[in-house]
T-cell receptor, first 112, second 117 residues
Framework: AQTVTQSQPEMSVQEAETVTLSCTYD???????LFWYKQPPSRQMILVIR??????QNATENRFSVNFQKAAKSFSLKISDSQLGDAAMYFC?????????FGAGTRLTVKP | GAGVSQSPRYKVAKRGQDVALRCDPI?????LFWYQQALGQGPEFLTY????????KSGLPSDRFFAERPEGSVSTLKIQRTQQEDSAVYLC???????????????FGPGTRLTVT
């Protein structure tokens, strides 16, 4: 079974600074997809960024980028130039033909 | 509508009552997923539909949980004889494509917060 581990229950960052959220996963599959989702308080979960396992190039979406280390089964999210609106729960997710599995989440606080 | 909608947004049930939670996916989306999110945790997969077919129900915690999607659009998650441990947010998500292969994004609804007293 696949498992997703987020070892940082809470993280804090100063506005305009950079923060990295960690995620590791366990799988024996070679074809899968990884995602970071953001869940603001009392709001819907939205996709931040996705990564296909077969791609070596790290995905980037504006201020959000990932560091995908397939051999190490690591998938961290870097948020640059943090903004107050980035404050939320962030979930790392693994998706294969057997469905989607989420980590327990990291609560990100952005300090003005 | 433009996104996935769920109703009711909040539901309080007395232990032992039956509840029904509704999900309206994005029009044209083939796949529909239900998740259970306990307080402070990540979503846990419950079940998956491809059109009207329930292809995976391995995450349903007990036979008190039942889901259907009879016409391949709206889905209902029913919980019979609710227990306190059923208290959680129930999330619905829909996706344009199929589970296997592809990077089709799952679009999530706002969730239904169920409290069993």
């Amino acid at each position: 079974a696949q498992t997703v581990t987020q070892s940082q229950p809470e993280m804090s960052v100063q506005e305009a600074e950079t923060v990295t959220l960690s995620c590791t996963y366990d799988t024996s599959e070679s074809d899968y997809y990884l995602f970071w989702y953001k869940q603001p308080p009392s709001r819907q979960m939205i996709l931040v960024i996705r990564q296909e396992a077969y791609k070596q190039q790290n995905a980037t979406e504006n201020r959000f980028s990932v560091n995908f280390q397939k051999a190490a089964k690591s998938f961290s999210l870097k948020i640059s130039d943090s903004q107050l609106g980035d404050a939320a729960m962030y979930f790392c997710a693994y998706r294969s033909s057997q469905g989607m599995r989420f980590g327990a989440g990291t609560r990100l606080t952005v300090k003005p | 509508g433009a996104g996935v909608s769920q109703s009711p947004r909040y539901k309080v049930a007395k232990r032992g009552q039956d509840v029904a939670l509704r999900c309206d996916p994005i029009s044209g989306h083939v796949s529909l997923f239900w998740y259970q999110q306990a307080l402070g945790q990540g979503p846990e997969f419950l079940t998956y539909f491809q059109n009207e077919a329930q292809l995976d129900k391995s995450g349903l915690p007990s036979d008190r949980f039942f889901a259907e999607r009879p016409e391949g659009s709206v889905s209902t998650l029913k919980i019979q004889r609710t227990q306190q441990e059923d208290s959680a947010v129930y999330l619905c998500a829909s996706s344009l494509g199929y589970t296997s292969g592809g990077t089709y994004e799952q679009y999530f609804g706002p969730g239904t917060r169920l409290t069993v007293t």
